[in-house]
């Protein structure tokens, strides 16, 4: 391969890697959430969603979240965030809210999982609303977490392929 094909390999996977990224920030900017797609990582929100499932997010950040409504909200000190449906709403005249959820698998609300002395979660802790969900297709993400050699060879052979193959 002469050092033209191989810059041209290169500027291939620069804008395929580009491409995913304008794509997340399109979905960021369209959905209005910090985090538009997230991967269910467990079984907490069965039969609802199931391990794997792929969820799409809204926020809007004035929007009401109501009881049965499904969020995924951020702890402060834990990296991943939380799929779970809000269970109950207390809200002041002013239009401040706080809200308890649980999941629709779990026998207990989710004040164990807050963090220590948090009782409930603000509008500032959910990152977004499930508006609509894929089954089953975030399972490669759970794989590669769950196997992290597995990212390197995926990561290994798919710039193998974008560097080898050639255009006619």
Do not use: C
Not at 86 to 93: D, Q, Y
């Amino acid at each position: 391969m002469n050092k033209r094909q191989m810059y041209y390999q290169i500027l291939n996977f620069g804008m395929i890697v580009s491409t995913a990224l304008m794509i997340w920030k399109g979905l960021m900017v369209v959905t209005g959430s910090e985090s538009p797609i997230v991967v269910v990582l467990s079984g907490s929100m069965e039969p609802a969603f199931h391990r794997g499932d792929l969820l799409l997010l809204t926020h809007e950040p004035k929007g009401p979240i109501r009881v049965g409504d499904i969020v995924v909200f951020k702890i402060e000190g834990r990296e991943i965030p939380i799929v779970h449906r809000v269970l109950k709403v207390h809200e002041k005249e002013d239009g401040y809210a706080k809200y308890l959820t649980k999941g629709d698998n779990n026998s207990v609300d989710d004040r164990g999982l807050y963090a220590p002395g948090q009782y409930w979660l603000e509008r500032k802790d959910i990152i977004g609303k499930a508006k609509g969900f894929v089954p089953y297709i975030g399972i490669v993400t759970i794989l590669m977490n769950d196997y992290p050699q597995l990212k390197y060879v995926i990561l290994a052979t798919l710039g193998i392929f974008v560097l080898v193959k050639r255009e006619n």
